[in-house]
């Protein structure tokens, strides 16, 4: 079955700082989506990836899937204490139910 | 636009007890995901339905059961529960016919279950 393997699995940034967050998966990706979750709460979508090389920007966030569709980098730039969070990576294959990697605690220092 | 609702928001239970969780999907949803997530974990695919039937399963044991609506809403019930029950249970609606690529998941809060 397939697994997603997050890296690193926490990390502390000073506001202002660039940091990535890695997920990479024993299977090539059919679909790669990112989640960030507030703790004790639900995940809240942030983008989604199909095509290898792909790549999406929102604000100051940027997901990359690789040209083999096994590994994705989410990027932030200029962090502040809003983004800090737990970052999901999710994967399917081709119609089956989503899964998870055990996720990227985010700590962002002022 | 209501987002996914669950309910309710916190439960204890005692061991060997059977608890009722309920969803209610968003507004134009009509398939509903169930997730656990242990405490570091990430969520971790229980069932899926559709059309009132369970399309897909984890990895769950038979006490992990399921019912879904005709207005769209579920139910998980479990059944002699363990300790290792204790979880954050988190909902999920989509959209089956636009795909998972056009609809991803919306989740709801979860409900905290804790089993003592």
């Known amino acids: 079955s397939q697994e997603l393997e997050q890296s690193p699995q926490s990390l502390i940034v000073q506001e202002g700082k660039n940091l990535t967050i890695n997920c990479t998966s024993s299977k090539t990706l059919y679909g790669l989506y990112w989640y960030k979750q507030k703790y004790g709460e639900g995940l809240i979508f942030l983008m989604m990836?199909?095509?290898?090389?792909e790549e999406k920007s929102h604000e100051k966030i940027t997901a990359k899937l690789d040209e083999k569709k096994q590994q994705s980098s989410l990027h932030i730039t200029a962090s502040q204490p809003s983004h800090a969070g737990i970052y999901l990576c999710?994967?399917?294959?081709?119609?089956?139910?989503?899964?998870f990697g055990k996720g990227t605690t985010l700590s962002v220092s002022s | 636009d209501a987002g996914v609702t669950q309910s309710p928001t916190h439960l204890i239970k005692t061991r060997g007890q059977q608890v009722t969780l309920r969803c209610s999907p968003k507004s134009g949803h009509d398939t509903v995901s169930w997730y656990q997530q242990a405490l570091g974990q990430g969520p971790q695919f229980i069932f899926q339905?559709?059309?009132?039937?369970?399309?897909q399963r984890g990895n769950f044991p038979d006490r992990f059961s399921g019912h879904q609506f005709p207005n769209y809403s579920s139910e998980l019930n479990v059944n002699a529960l363990l300790l290792g029950d204790s979880a954050l249970y988190l909902c999920?609606?989509?959209?089956?016919?636009?795909?998972?690529?056009?609809?991803?998941?919306?989740f709801g809060n979860g409900t905290r279950l804790t089993v003592t």
């Open positions: 999710g994967a399917d294959q081709a119609g089956t139910a989503l899964i």
């Open positions: 339905y559709y059309e009132e039937e369970e399309r």
């Open positions: 999920a609606s989509s959209l089956m016919a636009a795909g998972q690529s056009n609809s991803p998941l919306h």
């Open positions: 990836l199909q095509k290898g090389g």
